[in-house]
Structure formats: C-alpha cells, structure tokens
C-alpha cells in the first residue's frame, strides 16, 4: 500500500512542476497565437529544422528527460531561433499547465515510447484521454500528425483516434519531411494526420 506521506509529497512535486511549467509557458507564449507542439522531442532534431524552416511559426517541444531539453537548447541557442523552445515536463502536465486561450496550430507525436509490454500499454501516451486533452486545446485548422515504427501501437493509436468523439483521420500530405534520431534507426514506420471533428451543421 501506498504511503500516505510519500503520496502527499508526491502530489506537492506533481503541482509545483505544473506550476514552474505554467510560469514559463507564461513568459514564452503571447495569447492567442497559435504554436506548433512537438511530444517527446528527445534533443531537438526535428523542431529545431522545423521552426529554422519556418520562422515565423512559434514551436515549442516537450520531453521528460532534462539532458534530452539541456541538448536540445544547446541546438537552439547555436541556430539563434527565437521562435523555438523546450520544456522539461512531462506531455499531460503540459496540457493542463497550459494558460487558457492557447491553441495548437500542429502537434506532433514522433517515434513516441512504444512500450511493447502488455502491462505497459497504459503508459503510451496516444490514448483516449490524451486526445480529449490535447483537443480542448486544438482549432479547425489543427493537424495531429502521429509516427511510429511499431507497427502494434500504429495500429491502436489509429483506432483510438477513430473511435475519438473529436478527431478524424485525414488524408494528407505530412507537412514537413526531416529524419528523427529514432526514424534514422528505423527500418521502415507508419505515419497518419488526424484534424478535429468538426460539429455537425
Ligand atoms: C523514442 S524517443 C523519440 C524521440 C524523438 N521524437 C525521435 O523521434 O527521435 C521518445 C521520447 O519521448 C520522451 N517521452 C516519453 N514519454 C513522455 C511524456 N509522457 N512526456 C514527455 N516526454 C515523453 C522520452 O523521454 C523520449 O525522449
């Protein structure tokens, strides 16, 4: 069982990184402009490519590793994009740190942590909630766009968004075409573009 005190610390740690996060999305975000969100971004390949190809879109990436983020600045800092950051934080606190008003102009979720284990299904982060989480934040023009190599969680993340009352797979072009650390070591993968469902006339 669990112990009362360490789960009362744990709470206390839990709500004062959403609060840190909340503080820096604060400061980094302007209200009401849109910004592109990369889940799991490990060290920064892709979204530093990405808002070096377009300045003028706000990106911003997440991961739970803090080396990962360390790198991932130092890559930033070298390229001199003011339009890009990363935050140390976990994907769901992000979400519910997020200031209101915030909306997502693209989400990407790429060669994310496929936990193959059956026990270990609950830890992957394309699930249900997540999608309902990341659609209060989304607009019409917001794109999901999900990869993976793991051909299992490929085909589970695509019958979650299906299933979803507020996403719809799309067909469509990938936006933006530049090789992860992951998809490099890869030997071929899976991608789908999901937008929200929009309310019936
Ligand atoms: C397999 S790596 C992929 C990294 C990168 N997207 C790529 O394709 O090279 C998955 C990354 O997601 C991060 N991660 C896993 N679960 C996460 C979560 N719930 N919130 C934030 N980051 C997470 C891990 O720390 C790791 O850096």
Redesign the pocket.
């Known amino acids: 069982m669990e112990n009362p005190k360490q789960a009362a610390l744990y709470r206390l740690i839990i709500s004062q990184r959403k609060s840190d996060i909340g503080d820096i999305l604060r400061k980094i975000l302007p209200s009401g402009r849109p910004f592109v969100w990369?889940?799991?971004?490990?060290?920064g390949?892709?979204l530093t490519e990405f808002a070096q190809v377009h300045p003028e879109q706000l990106c911003i990436g997440?991961?739970?590793?803090s080396k990962?983020i360390e790198r991932a600045y130092r890559k930033r800092d070298r390229a001199r994009l003011p339009n890009l950051h990363f935050v140390h934080?976990?994907?769901?606190l992000?979400l519910e740190a997020l200031p209101s008003g915030a909306e997502f102009s693209t989400i990407f979720v790429?060669?994310?942590?496929p936990w193959p284990k059956l026990r270990h299904h609950k830890h992957r982060?394309l699930q249900p909630d997540f999608l309902t989480a990341v659609a209060r934040k989304a607009g019409e023009r917001t794109q999901l766009c999900f990869r993976t190599d793991f051909q299992p969680y490929f085909t589970e993340a695509m019958a979650a968004v299906r299933d979803h009352q507020d996403w719809r797979i799309v067909e469509e072009p990938w936006p933006f075409e530049y090789e992860?650390?992951?998809?490099g070591r890869a030997d071929s993968y899976h991608s789908f573009i999901a937008r929200r469902r929009l309310p019936a006339p």
């Open positions: 990369e889940v799991g971004c490990g060290h390949h892709f997440v991961d739970m590793e990962r934080g976990e994907a769901k992000f790429l060669f994310p942590d982060i992860t650390v992951f998809q």
